[in-house]
C-alpha cells in the first residue's frame, strides 16, 4: 500500500477515525475475517474454515489473516459459555511499530490508520518485537517475506467509507465513526447496561489510546487479550531509554578503556621486574 496524501498546508483538521469491537454482541459468524480477506485479497485457508462451533481457525494471526474472532470457553454460573474476542491491529494512537520501523515503511495517518507501505519494507521484524499487542506477522513461507497487518481499510476510509470488516457485521459488534464520538457511545453502552459490560474500554488509554475500542461481557485477561499495559505511548517510553544509552555506552567504554590501561601498565611494569630477578 502507498503512503497516504499528505494534508493540504491550512486544510481544517481531520478527525481520527475509530472503531468500536462490542464483543458482547458478537456471535461468532466470521463475516468481519471474511470480507477482511476478500478486500485484501488475500488467499483461502487450506483447512474448513466454518468448522463448527467452538472450533478457532486459525489459532492465530497470519500473513493472510488480517483478523481474527477467538472462541474462548468461559464458566460463568452453572455451566460454561462461549465467548468471543477480536484481535486485529489497534492502530495506536502512537504506534510503536512505526517509531521502531527504520525504513518508515509503518506510518499513522492523520485519519487514525497504521498503514503499511510494502514497497519499503525490508523483512527486519522491528515492528514485530515493538509492537506491545504482538499483532505484525512475517509471511515466513514467502521467498522474500515481509510484515503482514491489518491496515483499518485505510485506502476505504480515504474514500470516506467504513472498514471492511464494519460493512458485514450481522449484529452490529463493530461500529465505525469519529473516534471522540466512539468514546462516548462505548462509555453511554456502558453506564447504560452496566450488569451486561465490564467497566473497562480496551484501547481507551493503553499505550496512549488506540483507533480500535474493545467492550467485553467478562475481564478482558479471560478471553487472550494483553492487559496490564502502561498508559504511556510505547514510543516515549522506548525513547526515554533510548536517550541515555549513549551515555550509559560511553561510561562503560571509559570504564573499560581505564581498567585495559592499568592492566597494560601493570604488565608493562612486570616485564623488568621479572628480567631482575
Known amino acids: 500500500m502507498s503512503d497516504p496524501v499528505p494534508a493540504k498546508p491550512g486544510a481544517p483538521k481531520v478527525k481520527t477515525k475509530a472503531m468500536i469491537q462490542d464483543n458482547t454482541r458478537c456471535i461468532g459468524c466470521r463475516a468481519c475475517m471474511i470480507a477482511c480477506k476478500s478486500w485484501n485479497e488475500r488467499p483461502a485457508d487450506h483447512t474448513d474454515f466454518f468448522a463448527g462451533p467452538g472450533y478457532q481457525n486459525p489459532r492465530d494471526l497470519d500473513a493472510n489473516n488480517y483478523t481474527l474472532i477467538t472462541f474462548n470457553e468461559i464458566t460463568t454460573g452453572a455451566r460454561p459459555n462461549w465467548v468471543f474476542g477480536r484481535q486485529l491491529c489497534m492502530h495506536c494512537e502512537q504506534p510503536a511499530c512505526a517509531s521502531a520501523c527504520p525504513t518508515t515503511a509503518l506510518r499513522k495517518t492523520e485519519l487514525g490508520p497504521v498503514t503499511f507501505n510494502s514497497n519499503r519494507c525490508i523483512g527486519c521484524r522491528a515492528c514485530m518485537q515493538a509492537c506491545p499487542f504482538l499483532i505484525p506477522k512475517y509471511d515466513y513461507e514467502s521467498r522474500a517475506p515481509l ?13 470516506q467509507l467504513k472498514p471492511a470488516c464494519a460493512t458485514v457485521c450481522p449484529t452490529g459488534a463493530i461500529s465505525f465513526g469519529d473516534r471522540d464520538d466512539m468514546v462516548v457511545e462505548a462509555k453511554r453502552r456502558i453506564a447504560t447496561s452496566p450488569g451486561t459490560y465490564v467497566p473497562q474500554i480496551y484501547g481507551l488509554d493503553e499505550v496512549g489510546g488506540t483507533s480500535v475500542l474493545h467492550l467485553s461481557s467478562v475481564p478482558f485477561e479471560q478471553i487472550g487479550y494483553i492487559t496490564g499495559l502502561p498508559k504511556e505511548p510505547m514510543p516515549d517510553l522506548t525513547h526515554r531509554w533510548l536517550r541515555v544509552t549513549p551515555h550509559v555506552f560511553g561510561f562503560l567504554y571509559a570504564v573499560f578503556g581505564a581498567l585495559a590501561w592499568i592492566v597494560h601498565r601493570r604488565n608493562k611494569n612486570r616485564g623488568p621486574e621479572e628480567h631482575h630477578a
Open 147 to 159: 510484515i503482514h497487518k491489518c491496515t483499518f481499510c485505510a485506502d476505504r476510509i480515504e474514500a
